[in-house]
C-alpha cells in the first residue's frame, strides 16, 4: 500500500513540528486510507527539493519557499488556511525587541544585529527584510542579519538580548508566549507588517490525477478542530499560484536592493518589475541567500 508522505516545513523544533501536525496526519490517513507520513525537512529549503525532486508527494510551503522552487518545477499549490472575519487566508511578520531597551523606531535598528529564521522563511526572513527595506535599511549595508533557523530561536535570541530585534511570524510569537516558552515582560513588538498570503499545501510534479483529487476534498472538507488547531484556522480553501504575487513584489524589491545597494535605493527598486520571479533563473542565487 502506497504511503502518501506530507513534507512540513521546520518552522520550529522538530518535536513541537510533528506534534501540532499529528491530528491532521492522522485524519488524513482515516480519509485517504493510505497511511501517511509526516516529513519534517533539516531546513526549508530541504522540504522544498524533496518536494521538487518527488520524493514527497505533497509539502506545506510559505509563500517565497513555494515562488524559488516552483521556477524550476511543476508544483500545484491547492489548498491554504484561512482564518475568517477580516484576516481571511492571511497573517503576519513582526519585527520584536528586548522590552525594556532603547529602541522605539525601526530606523533605528541600524547597524545593529538582527536574528532572523530560516533565510528562505516568508515571516521569518523575507518580509522582515522588506519592512526594514520600507524604512531604508538593507541588510547589505544597514544592518547585521544573523539567520537562527528558527521562529523559537529568534524569540529567544532577543529575549536574552544576544541581538538588538528579531524577525518572525506574529501568530507563531504570540503562541510561544502563550505556551510559556519566554517570558511576555522580556520582549514587545517593534512593528508589524502588512497582511502576508497565506502558506500553501503544494503537489508535487507528476502526482497522479485521483490521488489529487482525493486530498483536495480532504482538505476543504476538513473539519475536524484539532486539524485546523494547528493552522488557527477555521477551514482550508483553495489555492493558486497567483495568490502569492504580492510576495513576489517583495522579494524582487529586496533582490533588486541587494544588486544595487546605493543610498536610499529602496525608492527605485520598489518600483521594478517582479517578472524575474514569474519563471527565470536568473539571480537564483542571489534570491535564496
Not at 7 to 17: A, D, F, H, K, N
Not at 36 to 43: E, Q
Not at 160 to 185: F, H, K
Not at 225 to 238: D, H, V
Request: hydrophobic fraction near 45%.
Amino acid at each position: 500500500m502506497k504511503t502518501i508522505k506530507c513534507g512540513i516545513l521546520p518552522g520550529e523544533s522538530r518535536q513541537v513540528v510533528q506534534r501540532i501536525n499529528e491530528p491532521l496526519r492522522a485524519f488524513l490517513e482515516r480519509f485517504l486510507e493510505f497511511p501517511v507520513d509526516l516529513v519534517i525537512g533539516g531546513n526549508y529549503v530541504a522540504t522544498s527539493e524533496a518536494l521538487r525532486r518527488g520524493q514527497l508527494d505533497l509539502a506545506f510551503l510559505g509563500p517565497v519557499t513555494y515562488i524559488l522552487q516552483s521556477r524550476n518545477a511543476g508544483l500545484e499549490p491547492f489548498a491554504r488556511p484561512t482564518h475568517g472575519g477580516s484576516i481571511g487566508p492571511t497573517f503576519q511578520a513582526v519585527i520584536i525587541v528586548p522590552a525594556h531597551g532603547p529602541v522605539e523606531t525601526i530606523d533605528q535598528l541600524r547597524g545593529m544585529e538582527i536574528a532572523m529564521g530560516d533565510p528562505a522563511s516568508t515571516s521569518g526572513s523575507w518580509v522582515p527584510r522588506h519592512m526594514l527595506l520600507e524604512a531604508y535599511l538593507s541588510s547589505e549595508r544597514d544592518y547585521v542579519r544573523r539567520n537562527l533557523g528558527a521562529h523559537d530561536a529568534v524569540l529567544a535570541a532577543v529575549a536574552n538580548r544576544e541581538v538588538a530585534a528579531g524577525g518572525l511570524s506574529l501568530p507563531i510569537y504570540r503562541r510561544l508566549l502563550a505556551e510559556g516558552r519566554v517570558d511576555e515582560q522580556l520582549v514587545r513588538i517593534l512593528v508589524e507588517s502588512p497582511p502576508i498570503p497565506e502558506y500553501m499545501w503544494t503537489f508535487r510534479e507528476g502526482l497522479s490525477a485521483d490521488l489529487r483529487e482525493a486530498l483536495r476534498q480532504a482538505f476543504v472538507g476538513l473539519r475536524d478542530p484539532a486539524a485546523l488547531a494547528a493552522y488557527r484556522a477555521e477551514a482550508f480553501i483553495p489555492a493558486v499560484d497567483a495568490d502569492v504575487d504580492r510576495v513576489r513584489h517583495w522579494m524582487e524589491a529586496i533582490l533588486q536592493a541587494r544588486l544595487h545597494p546605493y543610498p536610499m535605493g529602496y525608492a527605485r527598486a520598489s518600483h521594478q518589475p517582479a517578472a524575474n520571479l514569474h519563471g527565470a533563473t536568473r539571480h537564483s542565487a542571489v534570491l535564496a541567500s
